[in-house]
Protein backbone atom coordinates (compact mmCIF):
# COMPACT_ATOMS: atom_id res chain seq x y z
CA UNK A 1 0.00 0.00 0.00
CA UNK A 2 1.79 3.27 -0.91
CA UNK A 3 2.67 5.82 1.59
CA UNK A 4 -0.05 8.88 1.65
CA UNK A 5 1.36 11.86 1.49
CA UNK A 6 1.83 14.49 4.04
CA UNK A 7 1.80 18.38 4.33
CA UNK A 8 5.40 18.23 4.34
CA UNK A 9 5.49 15.89 1.11
CA UNK A 10 3.33 18.20 -0.62
CA UNK A 11 4.97 21.42 0.25
CA UNK A 12 8.72 19.61 -0.72
CA UNK A 13 7.18 18.49 -4.17
CA UNK A 14 6.25 22.37 -4.54
CA UNK A 15 9.83 23.53 -4.20
CA UNK A 16 10.95 21.44 -6.47
CA UNK A 17 8.79 22.10 -9.15
CA UNK A 18 8.80 26.25 -8.34
CA UNK A 19 11.45 29.02 -8.09
CA UNK A 20 12.30 28.77 -4.22
CA UNK A 21 10.85 32.73 -4.33
CA UNK A 22 7.76 31.53 -5.46
CA UNK A 23 7.10 27.72 -4.12
CA UNK A 24 5.60 29.02 -0.55
CA UNK A 25 2.97 31.14 -1.73
CA UNK A 26 1.98 28.43 -4.56
CA UNK A 27 1.48 25.91 -1.75
CA UNK A 28 -0.46 28.73 0.28
CA UNK A 29 -2.82 28.97 -2.83
CA UNK A 30 -3.58 25.73 -3.24
CA UNK A 31 -4.44 24.65 0.28
CA UNK A 32 -6.35 27.94 -0.20
CA UNK A 33 -8.46 26.36 -2.82
CA UNK A 34 -8.82 23.36 -1.58
CA UNK A 35 -10.14 24.64 1.48
CA UNK A 36 -12.82 26.66 -0.50
CA UNK A 37 -13.71 23.75 -2.56
CA UNK A 38 -14.60 21.58 0.22
CA UNK A 39 -16.58 24.74 2.51
CA UNK A 40 -18.60 25.19 -1.03
CA UNK A 41 -18.99 21.61 -1.54
CA UNK A 42 -20.17 21.06 2.77
CA UNK A 43 -22.96 24.20 1.81
CA UNK A 44 -24.41 23.37 -0.85
CA UNK A 45 -24.36 19.49 0.28
CA UNK A 46 -25.94 20.63 3.45
CA UNK A 47 -28.62 23.52 2.20
CA UNK A 48 -29.54 23.18 -1.35
CA UNK A 49 -32.19 20.45 -0.61
CA UNK A 50 -34.87 21.16 1.20
CA UNK A 51 -34.90 17.24 2.31
CA UNK A 52 -31.91 17.62 4.46
CA UNK A 53 -32.26 21.02 6.34
CA UNK A 54 -35.76 19.38 7.47
CA UNK A 55 -33.22 16.72 8.54
CA UNK A 56 -31.05 19.69 10.33
CA UNK A 57 -33.97 21.59 11.68
CA UNK A 58 -35.36 18.29 13.48
CA UNK A 59 -32.10 17.68 14.77
CA UNK A 60 -30.43 20.61 16.04
CA UNK A 61 -31.70 23.48 13.94
CA UNK A 62 -29.69 26.75 15.85
CA UNK A 63 -26.54 25.03 15.47
CA UNK A 64 -27.31 24.24 11.48
CA UNK A 65 -28.45 27.81 11.27
CA UNK A 66 -25.29 29.53 12.60
CA UNK A 67 -23.17 26.85 10.63
CA UNK A 68 -25.22 28.05 7.55
CA UNK A 69 -23.88 30.90 8.58
CA UNK A 70 -20.63 30.39 9.12
CA UNK A 71 -20.08 28.57 5.45
CA UNK A 72 -21.31 31.53 3.69
CA UNK A 73 -18.72 33.85 5.29
CA UNK A 74 -15.85 31.65 4.97
CA UNK A 75 -16.57 31.14 1.46
CA UNK A 76 -17.09 34.95 1.16
CA UNK A 77 -13.57 35.51 2.85
CA UNK A 78 -12.09 33.47 0.66
CA UNK A 79 -12.78 34.44 -2.54
CA UNK A 80 -12.01 37.96 -1.58
CA UNK A 81 -8.55 36.95 -0.50
CA UNK A 82 -7.73 34.98 -3.29
CA UNK A 83 -8.93 38.34 -5.20
CA UNK A 84 -7.13 40.84 -3.65
CA UNK A 85 -4.55 43.10 -5.05
CA UNK A 86 -0.73 42.23 -4.88
CA UNK A 87 -0.59 44.41 -1.51
CA UNK A 88 -2.45 46.84 0.61
CA UNK A 89 -0.64 49.66 1.50
CA UNK A 90 2.70 48.20 2.51
CA UNK A 91 1.61 44.46 2.89
CA UNK A 92 1.78 42.17 0.69
CA UNK A 93 -0.94 39.55 0.12
CA UNK A 94 -1.44 36.03 -0.46
CA UNK A 95 -3.55 36.68 -3.51
CA UNK A 96 -3.32 35.93 -7.09
CA UNK A 97 -1.90 39.45 -8.30
CA UNK A 98 0.37 38.48 -5.50
CA UNK A 99 1.45 35.27 -7.27
CA UNK A 100 1.34 37.43 -10.66
CA UNK A 101 3.91 39.83 -8.62
CA UNK A 102 5.89 37.21 -7.71
CA UNK A 103 6.15 35.11 -11.22
CA UNK A 104 7.31 38.10 -12.70
CA UNK A 105 9.73 39.52 -10.34
CA UNK A 106 11.47 35.41 -10.65
CA UNK A 107 11.81 36.13 -14.41
CA UNK A 108 8.53 33.64 -15.43
CA UNK A 109 7.15 36.38 -17.46
CA UNK A 110 4.88 34.45 -19.78
CA UNK A 111 3.75 32.59 -16.42
CA UNK A 112 2.77 35.85 -14.62
CA UNK A 113 0.92 37.40 -18.22
CA UNK A 114 -1.05 34.47 -18.53
CA UNK A 115 -1.94 34.35 -14.68
CA UNK A 116 -3.03 38.33 -14.74
CA UNK A 117 -4.96 37.82 -18.01
CA UNK A 118 -7.06 34.78 -16.42
CA UNK A 119 -7.53 37.39 -13.18
CA UNK A 120 -9.08 39.93 -15.39
CA UNK A 121 -12.03 37.58 -16.84
CA UNK A 122 -11.95 36.40 -12.99
CA UNK A 123 -12.69 39.82 -11.38
CA UNK A 124 -15.45 40.32 -14.36
CA UNK A 125 -16.90 36.87 -13.02
CA UNK A 126 -16.47 38.12 -9.41
CA UNK A 127 -18.01 41.78 -10.03
CA UNK A 128 -21.35 39.83 -10.44
CA UNK A 129 -21.60 39.20 -7.11
CA UNK A 130 -20.67 42.31 -5.91
CA UNK A 131 -21.89 41.68 -2.23
CA UNK A 132 -18.85 39.23 -2.07
CA UNK A 133 -16.63 42.67 -1.76
CA UNK A 134 -19.03 44.47 0.33
CA UNK A 135 -19.46 41.32 3.13
CA UNK A 136 -15.97 40.18 3.18
CA UNK A 137 -14.91 43.36 4.17
CA UNK A 138 -17.79 44.11 6.87
CA UNK A 139 -18.89 47.29 4.13
CA UNK A 140 -21.08 49.33 6.70
CA UNK A 141 -24.13 49.65 4.62
CA UNK A 142 -24.12 45.92 3.87
CA UNK A 143 -24.35 45.01 7.43
CA UNK A 144 -26.44 47.12 8.60
CA UNK A 145 -29.18 46.62 5.35
CA UNK A 146 -32.75 45.34 6.26
CA UNK A 147 -32.28 42.12 4.60
CA UNK A 148 -29.83 39.48 6.11
CA UNK A 149 -26.20 40.59 5.80
CA UNK A 150 -25.36 36.53 4.63
CA UNK A 151 -27.38 36.31 1.92
CA UNK A 152 -27.73 33.08 -0.23
CA UNK A 153 -25.33 32.79 -3.15
CA UNK A 154 -27.53 31.24 -6.10
CA UNK A 155 -25.91 27.31 -6.51
CA UNK A 156 -25.20 27.97 -10.37
CA UNK A 157 -23.26 31.26 -9.79
CA UNK A 158 -21.44 29.85 -6.56
CA UNK A 159 -20.05 27.26 -8.78
CA UNK A 160 -19.09 28.64 -11.38
CA UNK A 161 -17.14 31.19 -9.59
CA UNK A 162 -15.17 28.75 -7.61
CA UNK A 163 -14.80 26.35 -10.58
CA UNK A 164 -13.42 29.72 -12.11
CA UNK A 165 -11.36 30.46 -9.40
CA UNK A 166 -9.73 26.36 -9.82
CA UNK A 167 -8.86 26.43 -13.20
CA UNK A 168 -7.28 30.04 -13.14
CA UNK A 169 -4.88 28.68 -10.09
CA UNK A 170 -4.40 25.09 -12.47
CA UNK A 171 -3.54 26.91 -15.55
CA UNK A 172 -0.44 28.20 -13.93
CA UNK A 173 0.41 25.34 -11.54
CA UNK A 174 0.62 23.09 -14.73
CA UNK A 175 3.51 24.76 -15.91
CA UNK A 176 5.92 23.78 -13.23
CA UNK A 177 4.21 20.82 -11.44
CA UNK A 178 3.48 19.51 -15.28
CA UNK A 179 -0.09 18.20 -14.09
CA UNK A 180 -3.53 18.90 -13.07
CA UNK A 181 -4.43 20.02 -9.86
CA UNK A 182 -7.50 18.83 -9.09
CA UNK A 183 -8.92 21.02 -6.09
CA UNK A 184 -12.69 20.27 -7.58
CA UNK A 185 -12.72 16.50 -6.59
CA UNK A 186 -11.26 17.84 -3.18
CA UNK A 187 -15.67 18.24 -1.71
CA UNK A 188 -16.14 14.60 -2.71
CA UNK A 189 -15.34 13.74 1.21
CA UNK A 190 -17.14 16.14 3.01
CA UNK A 191 -19.02 13.35 5.05
CA UNK A 192 -22.39 15.11 4.71
CA UNK A 193 -24.09 11.92 3.21
CA UNK A 194 -22.84 10.18 6.49
CA UNK A 195 -24.08 13.05 9.20
CA UNK A 196 -27.46 13.31 7.21
CA UNK A 197 -27.89 9.47 7.09
CA UNK A 198 -26.97 9.55 10.97
CA UNK A 199 -29.33 12.43 11.85
CA UNK A 200 -32.35 11.01 9.66
CA UNK A 201 -31.99 7.76 11.60
CA UNK A 202 -31.41 8.37 14.98
CA UNK A 203 -33.07 11.60 15.48
CA UNK A 204 -36.84 9.46 15.40
CA UNK A 205 -35.16 6.75 18.14
CA UNK A 206 -34.14 10.16 20.32
CA UNK A 207 -37.50 11.32 20.30
CA UNK A 208 -38.70 7.57 21.01
CA UNK A 209 -36.89 7.50 23.89
CA UNK A 210 -36.65 11.18 25.37
CA UNK A 211 -40.90 10.00 24.79
CA UNK A 212 -40.75 6.89 26.70
CA UNK A 213 -38.83 8.40 29.32
CA UNK A 214 -41.01 11.50 30.06
CA UNK A 215 -43.79 8.67 30.36
CA UNK A 216 -42.14 7.07 33.12
CA UNK A 217 -41.11 9.80 35.11
CA UNK A 218 -45.18 10.84 34.45
CA UNK A 219 -45.93 6.91 35.94
CA UNK A 220 -43.27 7.13 38.43
CA UNK A 221 -44.77 10.76 39.53
CA UNK A 222 -48.29 9.09 39.85
CA UNK A 223 -47.03 6.22 42.16
CA UNK A 224 -45.63 8.62 44.51
CA UNK A 225 -48.85 10.52 44.75
CA UNK A 226 -50.68 6.90 45.21
Not at 22 to 40: M, T
Request: charge should be neutral; charged fraction near 25%.
Amino acid sequence: MPRQQTTDDVLEEFRKAYPRSIADLAHRLWNDICFLNLSVSAYLQLYSSQQTVEILNSSAPRFFACLENWLRLTIYLGIKRLTDPAQSGTRSNASFAGFAKLLREAGETAAADVLEEDLKALKQTLQKIRRIRQLAHADLKAVLCEDSPLPELPRNELEILVDAIGNTYSRTDARFRRTQSHVKGMGMFTGVDVLTSFLERGVPLLSKRSSDLCGELENEGRLANA
